[in-house]
């Protein structure tokens, strides 16, 4: 086999240790030296001081993150047959992690964690959804996304079109121009569409909705909560889609309310409450205005809570600012559930760490006068698999928690 040439990057001692550890991702201060001078989106190969290979990577000069790793192996050709055996990984994983009825709605490529820098792509029925955050793995976008649907179509399934959903900020950063639309589509697909999780239908937007167009990473935690609300009174804040409140009226909650500050949200999730034929209360708020009125009113009919808030902190220079924000609203929370009531709370953003977030809820539990037992401490569903050693893939975080 003949030998690649790659230009070589040398890192600095801190970041070979990461590397060594999992990390995939270089960051432009971490490197000491370059021995030639790869093209933005071409390949570098990784090494320590001492000349230990760490990794071959994608390069690009116009982001922080100059290299993210993509193999360990020195003898890999990055070519069709790499991109293909990476595909098929991903999906025979999930198909061994998950059961066959909840793959009709779930992420098939979780970026890093699959070997695909920046790459996410979600699988709706017979759409995929993908958004690329990485500028190399946008130039073999025609490598990846062929080998997908020709490997999903070995178990008959036939995807009728790929949205592009390259329409984050994030595209910038990378160097790249913000992109929305098909990149594949047979004949007159649209880009609504329905699914089913939990034996929930709703209505999916890979056009308009956020991120891919559904959150799919709290599937398993929202049949973990509905365990629970068999004759409760639910509040749902930061409803979003009204995913958490339609699993809890499915299984048999005694009244259901939905929360969330944003109009479009609540009218989805009326949408999806109507699709499926079940009555919960819709109330677009301020959710912590919402929590603050009811203390106010003495209001505590609520004894099943659950707290889904977007990331309070995408970076590590506000973690302190969030983690005031996730303390407030789970005093708030707490401060409202009668005894032996429940709280669901989740966290979204990695650098809310797990230790740092049951530390907040610990405090939150002592400014409002509670004790607490712990029923579940969970992660996201194994679709979107954490990759050891890489933190960023390790960001959902999700208790079960009883006010005693």
């Not at 066959?100 to 995929?128: H, M, N, Q, Y």
């Not at 390259?166 to 121009?177: P, Q, R």
Request: proline share 3%; glycine share 8%.
């Amino acid at each position: 086999m003949q030998k690649r040439q790659f230009p070589v990057a040398t890192v600095d001692r801190r970041c070979a240790k990461r590397c060594s550890a999992g990390d995939p991702w270089v960051y432009d201060n971490e490197i000491l030296g370059m021995d030639g001078m790869p093209e933005d989106g071409g390949l570098a190969d990784v090494v320590s001081e001492k000349g230990r290979y760490l990794g071959t990577g994608f390069y690009n000069s116009s982001s922080r993150i100059t290299l993210r790793i993509i193999s360990r192996n020195t003898n890999d050709l990055f070519d069709e047959a790499f991109f293909g055996r990476r595909v098929r990984y991903a999906w025979e994983y999930r198909k061994a992690v998950m059961p066959k009825e909840d793959l009709s709605a779930a992420r098939l490529i979780f970026g890093e964690a699959d070997g695909f820098p920046g790459l996410t792509v979600d699988r709706f029925g017979d759409i995929l959804s993908v958004q690329v955050l990485s500028l190399g793995t946008r130039q073999r976008l025609d490598m990846m996304i062929p080998a997908l649907t020709d490997i999903l179509s070995e178990d008959g399934i036939d995807i009728k079109g790929v949205y592009l959903r390259n329409d984050s900020k994030i595209c910038e950063l990378e160097g790249m121009a913000q992109e929305k639309g098909w990149y594949m589509r047979k004949g007159d697909v649209s880009p609504v569409t329905l699914i089913t999780e939990n034996g929930i239908i709703y209505k999916v937007d890979v056009e308009n909705g956020q991120k891919t167009g559904f959150f799919l990473d709290q599937k398993y935690n929202r049949r973990a909560i509905a365990a629970l609300a068999k004759g409760r009174t639910v509040l749902d804040c930061c409803t979003h889609t009204g995913s958490f409140a339609l699993n809890c009226a499915a299984a048999g909650a005694k009244k259901v309310t939905a929360i969330d500050i944003s109009a479009s949200a609540i009218e989805m999730t009326r949408e999806n409450a109507a699709l499926n034929g079940l009555d919960i209360i819709t109330r677009q708020s301020d959710v912590f205005d919402a929590l603050k009125s009811r203390i106010a009113l003495h209001d505590r009919e609520a004894d099943l809570i659950i707290l889904d808030p977007p990331a309070f902190t995408k970076s590590k220079k506000t973690v302190g600012n969030a983690r005031n924000g996730y303390l407030e609203i789970n005093t708030l929370a707490m401060r409202l559930l009668p005894r032996g009531g429940f709280l669901g709370t989740a966290s979204c953003s990695h650098f809310m760490t797990a230790p740092l977030f049951r530390e907040m809820l610990t405090e939150a539990a002592r400014a409002a006068g509670v004790s607490l037992k712990l029923v579940e401490e969970r992660r996201q569903a194994p679709d979107h698999p954490i990759l050891m050693g890489c933190e960023q893939t390790d960001y959902l975080k999700f208790y079960i928690l009883q006010v005693v």
